[in-house]
């Protein structure tokens, strides 16, 4: 619905990630869902984005689509902590391969969102980033280990969020936020 918009003129991808990084910086002090926001990336993302669907050729479906990657995903440039004080903040060199096939599809990534300690439980909480809260209930965990993901898609910050899932790391937390959630095969 959102690239369709796009596609007529209705939305713009700019539009979108400002109303999405205005949304997420309000909820974050209550909800914990990102350990870091690229807010200027994003909107770089975003302008590069809204030029090509101006004319009409969009990289992707996904061409603006705003998206977060769980901190235990490596991002160009970016640290990858995993929600552990054993890392530190040294930028990865390269994307993992879905990053940069997110970026590749033209999607603006805002940030990274929470994860517990190398995503080993299925709540979200870790020594480093603290306690992600469940938009529904924040005395409630969102689930985990994709916590973070959860709790912005189900808060309506982000329509597109990234997880990973070895043993329900997406299933659990979008059943816990009421979420439907794909275990992607390899």
Known sequence: EIAQAYARGELSPVEMVEQVLQRAE?????????????????????????????????????????????????????????????????????????????RAAGMAIIGKSTTPEFGWKALTDSPLQGTTRSPWNPKHSPGGSSGGASSMTASGVCPFNHGNDGGGSIRIPAAHTGLVGLKPPF
Do not use: C, M
């Open 26 to 102: 309000r909820l974050q002090p209550h909800l914990n869902f990102l350990v870091l926001i690229d807010r200027e990336g994003a909107l770089a993302a975003a302008r590069a984005s809204e030029e090509r669907w101006r004319r009409r050729a969009p990289l992707s479906a996904f061409d603006g689509i705003p998206t977060s990657i769980k901190d235990t995903t490596p991002v160009k440039g970016w640290p990858t902590r995993y929600g552990s004080h054993a890392t530190d903040d040294t930028p990865a060199a390269e994307d993992a391969a879905i990053s940069g096939r997110i």
